[in-house]
C-alpha cells in the first residue's frame, strides 16, 4: 500500500496553503512559522510563495530546489507526528494482502519453463516466440536457457540482460481466466 499522494495544491492568504490527498483527506495547513528559516526565505516573497504546483514527483513545490514533503503534510493534516503516520503505514503494509511471488522455476523441454506461485498455482509456459526476439537470442542456447532462475527482484531471469515480470507469467498460466488477469 502507497501513501496517499497529493492531488491539488492550492496557496491561501497569508502563508496557508490548501491540499487535497488521493484518498480524500483535504484541508489548509499554515506554514507562517516556516517563512523565519533561512532555507525558506525566498516566500516573503508573497508572488513567490503563491506559484505552489504539484512538481513531476507530486511534492508540494515553489522551483526545483524548494518543496516540501507530502507526507508530513499529510500527518499535519491529521494532526498527528510524521512518525506516528508512518507506523500507520507500516502495520497497514504488513496486513495487506501480499500479490503471488515466484517460488520455483525450472527449464523444461524446448523453451518451456514450469513455474510455480507462492499461492500454489503452477505450470508451464512456452517462451518460443521470446526466444526467437532478437534481443533474447541467447536463450537459443541450451546450457544457456537452463541456466533460468529467479532473481533477487522476484523475476524470471538468465541474466541481468534477459528477465521477464512475474506478474505477465502468472496472467499466463494455465487456469487464469480473462477476469483475473
Known amino acids: 500500500m502507497q501513501p496517499p499522494t497529493p492531488t491539488r495544491v492550492e496557496p491561501r492568504e497569508g502563508y496557508r496553503i490548501w491540499l487535497e490527498f488521493s484518498d480524500g483527506l483535504s484541508g489548509e495547513i499554515d506554514l507562517s512559522r516556516c517563512v523565519q528559516q533561512d532555507t525558506l526565505q525566498a516566500w516573503r516573497d508573497r508572488q513567490f510563495f503563491a506559484t505552489v504546483h504539484l512538481d513531476k514527483s507530486r511534492s508540494i513545490a515553489w522551483s526545483d530546489d ?98 521477464l515480470c512475474p506478474d505477465s507469467l502468472y496472467a499466463e498460466l494455465p487456469g487464469i481466466t480473462r477476469q483475473e488477469r
Open 66 to 163: 524548494l518543496y516540501l514533503c507530502p507526507d508530513l503534510l499529510y500527518a499535519q493534516l491529521k494532526g498527528i507526528t510524521l512518525e506516528a503516520q508512518d507506523a500507520i503505514w507500516d502495520a497497514q503494509l504488513k496486513n495487506a494482502p501480499q500479490e503471488p511471488h515466484p517460488t520455483t522455476v525450472e527449464p523444461r523441454e524446448g523453451y518451456r519453463i514450469w513455474l510455480e506461485f507462492s499461492d500454489g498455482l503452477s505450470g508451464e509456459i512456452d517462451l518460443s516466440a521470446m526466444a526467437e526476439a532478437e534481443l533474447c537470442k541467447p536463450l537459443q542456447e541450451r546450457t544457456f536457457f537452463e541456466q533460468v532462475h529467479i532473481d533477487e527482484y522476484g523475476a524470471i531471469a538468465w541474466n541481468d540482460d534477459i528477465d
